[in-house]
């Protein structure tokens, strides 16, 4: 049998390994833990954290994945972010998100632009150190995520799935993808979902002591942290923040009949991350004069997603990267103008059509969890073998999932919701393999979950039928 598996595997309620009990009296030093601090039982080993690291930091280095071509004036070294953080370092400001000098922008949000601006101050604009140094803080965020999938997968599950998720984490390809090849926000955004989901598990009490006090794990100083992260998140990736109220609700109740006592914490937590995001949208209002809260190129994507000619992918021969033509248009008009004459002319196919469009977001729904294609791809088999590791790995999520919320695991929800959640935009605009980044740590944990779960299940069986004979 599988050690740490202390559920049973007829559909019971499982319950999972919890830490030592807390006292909020506990003096610093003593064996027990501290409300405030994670707890051991649920704490990845930082060895694993280093050997992710050097995995990741010698790929990058012996591929050369940092030598990026200079096609196109180097615009795949970071694309718009990149362009942004050029404008910066040379004294136009946060503009020019494509080629010359087209104007102030929000097209993206500032986070990982900001990044990127002071990498080329302290190491060159389109230097090779520069995208050296941008994939190895890639790396780094991405091999820290080892820890918080492993607290996540102790805390709800069991200390065996958490050491088979945190190694999978830290050596397995996919999970290392974009953090060793694309310079863009992926890893940043992969990296603070995650501190929120295990800081969320943690104001829960998720695998904690039941007779624990809630008011103990949602501290003031939780929620502040809470609304902190979720306030990177939103300058990083807003589309996360779809879960942003599910998950701070999530919380509150979770306090029990106490929730009205949390409800001034929980408000401190919504006021930082407002804080947080209001110079920015400050910001986009002076000099746009327009209320463009966090990023202004929806109707742009939209019409690109589902315009004349669409597929259910982005048509970036259409894109003002890529286009010249499209380009003239932003750079004449202004983008808050072009973004609504492209956010117009897409609703208004979109109403013409609505068919055309629901079978649009259909093909983006399979596309997102069964393999975005790759139109131009010249190596079938390699496309082949892509394509069946991402349908392998969403299936298995998926029903891992199933298995969780049947079994009633802690936090499968929340979970749930996540996927549900996550990618309702997408279905809609466009679609790409790198937006189900976020909670791939999720579909990685459960899935080990269901392969534990069947193996223990087929261990039971064998032992109820062998039982009888060995007793004869």
Same mark, same amino acid.
């Given at each position: 049998?599988?050690?740490?598996?202390?559920?049973?595997?007829?559909?019971?309620?499982?319950?999972?390994?919890?830490?030592?009990?807390?006292?909020?009296?506990?003096?610093?030093?003593?064996?027990?833990?501290?409300?405030?601090?994670?707890?051991?039982?649920?704490?990845?080993?930082?060895? +694993?954290?280093?050997?992710?690291?050097?995995?990741?930091?010698?790929?990058? /280095?012996?591929?050369?994945?940092?030598?990026?071509?200079?096609?196109?004036?180097?615009?795949?070294?970071?694309?718009?972010?990149?362009?942004?953080?050029?404008?910066?370092?040379?004294?136009?400001?946060?503009?020019?998100?494509?080629?010359?000098? /087209?104007?102030? /922008?929000?097209?993206?949000?500032?986070?990982?632009?900001?990044?990127?601006?002071?990498?080329?101050?302290?190491?060159?604009?389109?230097?090779? $150190?520069?995208?050296?140094?941008?994939?190895?803080?890639?790396?780094?965020?991405?091999?820290?995520?080892?820890?918080?999938? #492993?607290?996540?997968?102790?805390?709800? +599950?069991?200390?065996?799935?958490?050491?088979?998720?945190?190694?999978?984490?830290?050596?397995?390809?996919?999970?290392?993808?974009?953090?060793?090849?694309?310079?863009?926000?992926?890893?940043?955004?992969?990296?603070?979902?995650?501190?929120? $989901?295990?800081?969320? +598990?943690?104001?829960?009490?998720?695998?904690?002591?039941?007779?624990?006090?809630?008011?103990?794990?949602?501290?003031?100083?939780?929620?502040?942290?809470? *609304?902190?992260?979720? !306030?990177?998140?939103?300058?990083?990736?807003?589309?996360?923040?779809?879960?942003?109220?599910?998950?701070?609700?999530?919380?509150?109740? !979770?306090? *029990? =009949?106490?929730?009205?006592?949390?409800?001034?914490?929980?408000?401190?937590?919504?006021?930082?991350?407002?804080? &947080?995001? =209001?110079?920015?949208?400050?910001?986009? #209002?002076?000099?746009?004069?327009?209320?463009?809260?966090?990023?202004?190129?929806?109707?742009?994507?939209?019409?690109? !997603?589902?315009?004349? !000619?669409?597929?259910? $992918?982005?048509?970036?021969?259409?894109?003002?990267?890529?286009?010249?033509?499209?380009?003239?248009?932003?750079?004449?008009?202004?983008?808050? =103008?072009?973004?609504?004459?492209?956010?117009?002319?897409?609703?208004?196919?979109?109403?013409?059509?609505?068919?055309?469009?629901?079978?649009?977001?259909?093909?983006?729904?399979?596309?997102?969890?069964?393999?975005?294609?790759?139109?131009?791809?010249?190596?079938?088999?390699?496309?082949?073998?892509?394509?069946?590791?991402?349908?392998?790995?969403?299936?298995?999520?998926?029903?891992?999932?199933?298995?969780?919320?049947?079994?009633?695991?802690?936090?499968?929800? &929340?979970?749930?919701?996540?996927?549900?959640?996550?990618?309702?935009?997408?279905?809609?605009?466009?679609?790409?393999?790198?937006?189900?980044?976020?909670?791939?740590? $999720?579909?990685?944990? +459960?899935?080990?979950?269901?392969?534990?779960?069947?193996?223990?299940?087929?261990?039971?069986?064998?032992?109820?039928?062998?039982?009888?004979?060995?007793? /004869?």
């Amino acid at each position: 049998m599988l050690a740490d598996d202390s559920f049973a595997t007829s559909g019971a309620t499982y319950n999972p390994p919890v830490a030592a009990p807390t006292h909020p009296f506990t003096a610093p030093g003593t064996s027990q833990a501290r409300p405030d601090r994670p707890a051991g039982p649920f704490s990845a080993p930082w060895s +694993l954290f280093w050997i992710a690291l050097f995995v990741r930091l010698a790929y990058m /280095t012996l591929a050369h994945t940092w030598r990026v071509r200079p096609y196109g004036d180097h615009f795949q070294f970071g694309w718009e972010m990149a362009r942004i953080a050029r404008a910066l370092v040379t004294g136009y400001g946060y503009s020019d998100p494509f080629n010359g000098h /087209t104007g102030p /922008t929000a097209w993206v949000c500032p986070a990982y632009p900001l990044l990127i601006a002071g990498t080329f101050k302290l190491f060159g604009v389109y230097t090779k $150190l520069s995208a050296w140094v941008l994939l190895a803080i890639n790396c780094v965020l991405n091999a820290l995520m080892v820890r918080t999938t #492993w607290e996540i997968a102790a805390r709800c +599950l069991n200390g065996s799935v958490a050491r088979w998720s945190g190694w999978l984490w830290a050596l397995y390809p996919a999970a290392m993808q974009y953090a060793v090849k694309w310079i863009w926000e992926m890893t940043l955004s992969a990296f603070l979902f995650s501190c929120v $989901l295990v800081l969320a +598990l943690r104001m829960r009490g998720i695998g904690e002591p039941a007779e624990s006090v809630a008011l103990l794990h949602q501290t003031a100083k939780r929620w502040a942290l809470f *609304g902190l992260l979720w !306030g990177m998140i939103a300058l990083s990736n807003p589309e996360l923040c779809i879960m942003l109220p599910v998950m701070g609700l999530w919380i509150l109740f !979770g306090a *029990g =009949a106490a929730w009205p006592r949390q409800v001034g914490n929980a408000t401190l937590g919504a006021v930082l991350c407002l804080a &947080l995001i =209001a110079p920015w949208s400050w910001r986009n #209002w002076t000099v746009f004069h327009h209320f463009v809260p966090l990023r202004g190129n929806f109707g742009a994507e939209l019409y690109l !997603g589902n315009g004349p !000619g669409a597929v259910g $992918l982005l048509m970036e021969y259409n894109h003002p990267g890529e286009s010249s033509g499209q380009l003239r248009l932003y750079r004449e008009m202004g983008e808050v =103008a072009y973004v609504k004459m492209r956010g117009d002319a897409a609703k208004a196919v979109i109403r013409a059509d609505w068919p055309r469009f629901l079978n649009l977001s259909v093909r983006r729904a399979y596309f997102f969890w069964f393999s975005v294609p790759h139109p131009s791809d010249d190596a079938p088999l390699v496309e082949y073998g892509r394509n069946l590791n991402y349908q392998f790995a969403s299936i298995c999520g998926l029903l891992g999932l199933v298995l969780a919320l049947r079994r009633k695991v802690p936090a499968a929800g &929340l979970f749930a919701w996540c996927f549900a959640l996550l990618p309702l935009l997408y279905y809609f605009v466009t679609v790409h393999a790198r937006f189900r980044h976020p909670f791939e740590p $999720l579909i990685v944990m +459960l899935a080990v979950y269901l392969f534990q779960s069947a193996e223990k299940s087929r261990e039971v069986r064998w032992f109820r039928r062998a039982a009888p004979r060995l007793g /004869t």
